[in-house]
């Protein structure tokens, strides 16, 4: 074992080693980590193919592989995988924390062999080292999308300030295959030319090779396109005006209606309408509160009664309708199929009945039906649009007290133009408060000082980090035993 690390993060073992695998996947070789224990930001045995030469691995926010928060042994930058040759070498940074390899600690570094487990720590996360067979561990079996998206996220995760030179890779990758075009198809003709007798063939191999240059044209388009998206959430400027950081995020602020009915196989009726807020996360999800879209799991009233009945009666069902408009008259309609939502922590609950009718008398019967927990008071569901607000769940669970907290919302409908018309160009109400005490509390919540009201509901609640607004959280409801603070959900609670 060696033990001297020559080992340096680099612009080459990164960028440059991801346009090799961009423009030369047939000449490189990849491998694959295997994720065997579950993380915020992998699933247990989800996988990832790396392309690059060199990932660092750790909970540090450049770390190509990354572990959040939770797993305290891991540190920061904890260890690398490097390649060396036609080879890669397991390398070990942190100082503090060790590395396993099959088992025994690597001191310095040591070269990996397909199925290695590389764990990181004792009892830390595992990682299985997987070498793809034959013609399939060339990166040249990757599709160029899939390549250009693991570019983005392993060669210039390390260098955000380096973003804009992917966009200018893909105008030269596009007028390169422009040029190619050109001159393929003028080789064509001359061979054509040159005999009659194989004229056939040749105008069956052009036509082929269109089919393919239009393929592959297609697909760089795709892959500009989603480029740029990418730059342009990744360009925005930091700022640690408010008021300028704001401005950028309040387009993607929605007003919400929702509307609840009861029905049976011939008619519904109407039973409960509200306001509250959405929001769109860059990603594409569009975020509420889940009593803003099943309002009856945390009723104790009416609707709470009609969703027991609901599941004692096949006929009835009870449903919403959920509008959302934002100040730029982008509108949103959903159902509450529509939405993603954890009922794992969900308790059933009893509701007595007191309905006297000619036909019907319900009068002390009980219905079976089950209530929600406030920490997963949220809902998202999943659009075509991105939106201008950057996650922050990695923050959302270990915020300390007296740290401020920025919301946008719409608190008893104000900022709703013309009554109850939320497509009338909403325009979203500002308000600040802090943190009222270190990491969650018992519902899973971030606790924060009174100055939300109804119609917040759902709305993205901000914290400044590094020069831009990250949303940490949404709102919830109040304290039911204080009038004096409200919940937060947090962002990281969101599956």
């Known amino acids: 074992m060696d033990k001297t690390v020559q080992y340096?993060?680099?612009?080459?073992?990164?960028?440059?080693a991801g346009v090799s695998a961009l423009f030369n996947g047939s000449g490189r070789r990849y491998y694959i980590l295997e994720y065997k224990d579950a993380s915020q930001y992998h699933k247990a045995g989800e996988s990832q193919k790396i392309i690059i030469d060199q990932v660092e691995l750790g909970r540090d926010g450049n770390c190509q592989v990354r572990f959040d928060e939770t797993f305290t042994t891991v540190s920061r930058r904890h260890?690398?995988?490097?390649?060396?040759?036609?080879?890669?070498?397991?390398?070990?940074?942190?100082?503090?924390n060790s590395t396993f390899l099959n088992g025994r600690p690597v001191d310095t570094e040591w070269y990996l062999e397909n199925g290695d487990e590389i764990q990181l720590s004792i009892g830390g996360p595992r990682l299985g080292f997987i070498v793809p067979a034959g013609k399939q561990s060339l990166v040249s079996s990757i599709k160029m999308t899939e390549r250009l998206e693991l570019f983005r996220k392993q060669a210039l995760k390390p260098y955000k300030t380096a973003i804009a030179s992917l966009f200018a890779l893909l105008i030269i990758l596009g007028g390169s295959a422009g040029y190619v075009i050109y001159n393929q198809d003028k080789n064509i003709n001359d061979l054509m030319a040159k005999t009659e007798s194989q004229k056939v063939l040749f105008e069956k191999?052009?036509?082929?090779?269109?089919?393919?240059?239009?393929?592959?044209?297609?697909?760089i388009a795709e892959a500009k396109a989603k480029a740029a998206a990418q730059i342009k959430e990744m360009a925005r400027p930091a700022s640690d005006?408010?008021?300028?950081?704001?401005?950028?995020?309040?387009?993607?602020?929605?007003?919400?209606?929702?509307e609840v009915y009861i029905a049976n196989s011939s008619e519904k009726q109407l039973i409960a309408s509200s306001l509250g807020t959405g929001f769109l996360m860059s990603d594409g999800r569009f975020i509420t509160a889940r009593h803003c879209v099943e309002p009856w799991m945390f009723d104790v009233g009416q609707m709470q009664a009609m969703y027991a009945l609901s599941n004692a009666i096949s006929d009835i069902k009870i449903y919403s309708e959920v509008v959302a408009a934002n100040r730029d008259g982008e509108v949103f309609s959903f159902t509450d199929n529509d939405f993603m939502i954890d009922r794992s922590y969900d308790s059933p609950i009893t509701v007595p009945f007191e309905l006297k009718e000619e036909k019907m008398n319900l009068s002390g019967a009980i219905a079976f039906g089950t209530k929600a927990s406030l920490?997963?008071?949220?809902?998202?569901?999943?659009?075509s649009r991105k939106g201008s607000i950057i996650d922050g769940s990695t923050i959302s669970s270990s915020l300390k007290s007296g740290m401020t907290v920025h919301l946008l919302g719409f608190p008893k409908g104000n900022g709703i133009a013309d009554s109850d018309d939320i497509k009338k160009l909403p325009e979203p109400i500002y308000n600040s408060m802090s943190i009222s005490r270190d990491g969650l509390n018992d519902s899973r919540c971030i606790m924060i000082s009174q100055g939300v009201d109804h119609g917040n509901s759902g709305g993205p609640a901000f914290v400044m980090d590094q020069g831009m607004l990250k949303v940490i959280g949404l709102v919830s409801r109040g304290d039911n035993k204080s009038a004096f603070y409200n919940h937060l959900v947090p962002m990281s609670n969101l599956k």
């Open 241 to 258: 005006d408010i008021a300028t950081q704001l401005d950028l995020v309040k387009s993607s602020v929605y007003a919400v209606l929702t």
């Open 375 to 383: 920490g997963n008071d949220w809902a998202y569901a999943k659009t």
């Open 79 to 96: 260890a690398a995988i490097v390649r060396e040759g036609d080879r890669w070498k397991l390398v070990q940074l942190s100082k503090t």
């Open 205 to 219: 191999a052009r036509e082929q090779w269109k089919k393919d240059s239009l393929a592959f044209a297609k697909e």
């Open 8 to 16: 340096k993060r680099t612009l080459r073992g990164s960028v440059g």
